[in-house]
């Protein structure tokens, strides 16, 4: 068989994609299930866990381990004209890494494969509780703000006693000015 028979190689054919859908609080299986039962390929990121209460008795039950998210698998056509609607699906995570111009608006984030693997398989396999960690910050990374108020700002980081960034903007004849900003407003400057 030659490549021009698969579907994915088709000119004009979009391949599937893993897109992150925001659902609203504990309902990410519901969400999953109506979205399976449409034909969607979807997964929830939770790992089984043995949780023993006061009175002795223990059970394995399943940690959400990403709340509030659903991933889909589809093609970017169809996550805008039918996914976007389904009224579980609040809106889809976004990246600005992929904005093509300034002030436009940031396109849906897409998991690559290899990541969604390694996840599915870190979860499943894990002899202990599996956590997702942010992209960490380091005091002195250069970033820049890349949504709110303060788009497009650029600074260095600094840690604050409260635990989020605080963005440090240098101001050559004024000194410095700082502000706490929320981690997911700010993106690293390569």
């Not at 969607?40 to 990403?66: F, P």
């Not at 997702?132 to 709110?148: C, F, K, Q």
Request: charged residues 25%; aromatic residues 6%.
């Amino acid at each position: 068989m030659t490549a021009a028979l698969y579907a994915d190689d088709a000119v004009g054919v979009e391949s599937p994609h893993w897109y992150i859908a925001i659902t609203s609080n504990r309902a990410e299986r519901k969400c999953s299930d109506i979205l399976l039962a449409s034909g969607y390929e979807t997964y929830v990121a939770g790992q089984l866990e043995r949780h023993t209460w006061k009175n002795g008795r223990s059970k394995e039950v399943e940690r959400i381990v990403l709340p509030s998210l659903v991933f889909v698998r589809t093609t970017e056509p169809d996550r805008k004209k039918r996914l976007a609607f389904f009224p579980c699906v609040k809106r889809f995570v976004t990246d600005p890494a992929r904005r093509k111009e300034p002030g436009a608006p940031a396109p849906a984030a897409i998991v690559p494969d290899k990541e969604m693997e390694t996840l599915q398989f870190m979860l499943a396999h894990a002899d202990a509780p599996v956590s997702i960690v942010e992209t960490p910050l380091h005091v002195g990374d250069r970033v820049r703000v890349a949504s709110g108020g303060l788009r497009g700002l650029e600074g260095t980081v600094q840690r604050s006693d409260s635990g989020r960034p605080r963005l440090f903007v240098s101001m050559d004849i004024l000194g410095s000015a700082a502000v706490e900003i929320d981690r997911n407003l700010i993106e690293l400057i390569p």
